[in-house]
């Protein structure tokens, strides 16, 4: 017999670019891309209602054995007190849908680091998310793929692995090199692998050399001085930083180093919380002990609470500028402008 697929995939993470790839396969397996449209429906978390979500899962597929829907932000309407009824017609819901479907739930989270468990876990979305517990109990039915970003060094490894992916080599310099440029932009980091190795012409591996010539380097040190001076609260500076870099770079990549920086800052907040210091942090997220070092020194400007606010808002904002909402730069204006002023952490 054919092995049984599940039904709900729920995608969990901040890596966009893992996210994104297993959403194409799932729609690369629906035939010719012709097909592949006429059975996928798209759904956004800001928008969506449980008919709409109902009549798009139970719509039978079109000469093809499964439909796609895929949901984006998918369990924003469901969040928060007073959900408790329509949170269980959602999960009700997921119980009947027919094998036909393929549902992809697509949640935003991010991992933390567990003083308790000395280990790393999912920020909101872990194992006693009303969700997830879902999933454990639904069986064959639902998979949980989870997509967390690289941390620290472990994106040399993604590089490496990536650039194996797309047929080609890069040397350990190489991808060291590209590591300090992208951070841990996985999407970025895909988009400049794949133009390296059109430069090599994928016949020999991509060097550091190639790397320094083709790559433009992130603004590191500027986005630390905008990230210091939001824990000033100094308004006018930070947002002449933000305005500065987006004199010259798109807000695509800013808004995922602004973002990258207050994960790491979460991050290392979380291990001298819970005792650790500048050694620690340099262990558990693979960095460079200068980097941990100006990161605890940054740190010290943020509480705990703040910082998680302050990650959970910017994911929020990356969702809904991808998803036709306030356009990114002018919601990191508005950001600033509440962080600085203290309304809201």
Not at 189 to 202: D, H, R
Not at 270 to 282: D, L, Y
Not at 317 to 328: N, S, W
Request: with cysteine.
């Amino acid at each position: 017999m054919p092995e049984e697929k599940p039904i709900v995939y729920i995608l969990r993470g901040d890596d966009q670019e893992a996210i994104e790839g297993h959403i194409q396969t799932f729609y690369e397996s629906l035939g010719s891309p012709d097909m592949a449209d006429m059975n996928t429906s798209h759904l956004e978390g800001n928008s969506y209602s449980l008919n709409d979500l109902r009549s798009a899962a139970l719509a039978l597929p079109f000469l093809t054995e499964r439909r796609l829907v895929i949901v984006e932000d998918a369990i924003k309407p469901y969040a928060g007190n007073g959900k408790q009824k329509i949170r269980q017609e959602f999960l009700t819901l997921l119980d009947s849908l027919p094998p036909s479907t393929g549902l992809v739930l697509v949640v935003q989270d991010f991992m933390k680091y567990n003083s308790k468990t000395k280990g790393w876990d999912w920020s909101s979305v872990h194992d006693q998310h009303w969700l997830i517990k879902w999933s454990k109990n639904a069986g064959t039915r639902a998979i949980v793929i989870d997509c967390p970003l690289p941390r620290g060094r472990d994106m040399e490894n993604w590089i490496k692995n990536k650039t194996v992916d797309l047929g080609g080599a890069i040397s350990p310099q190489a991808a060291n090199k590209l590591s300090d440029f992208v951070g841990s932009n996985t999407l970025r980091a895909s988009q400049e692998i794949t133009k390296l190795l059109t430069y090599v012409n994928f016949a020999r591996p991509i060097e550091h050399d190639d790397v320094e010539q083709l790559t433009t380097e992130d603004r590191e040190s500027d986005i630390f001085e905008l990230v210091d001076a939001i824990g000033r609260r100094d308004g006018a500076k930070a947002l002449e930083m933000l305005h500065l870099l987006l004199e010259v770079s798109d807000v695509i990549p800013i808004f995922s180093m602004i973002t990258r920086q207050f994960r790491l800052l979460l991050q290392t907040k979380e291990i001298t919380v819970g005792g650790g210091n500048e050694h620690n942090v340099a262990q558990r997220l693979h960095l460079h002990p200068f980097v941990a070092r100006k990161l605890v020194e940054q740190g010290n400007k943020f509480d705990l609470a703040g910082l998680e606010t302050i990650y959970h808002r910017l994911l929020e904002i990356d969702v809904d500028h991808k998803t036709g909402g306030m356009p990114g730069d002018m919601a990191l204006d508005v950001l600033i402008a509440q962080l600085t002023e203290g309304l809201v952490y």
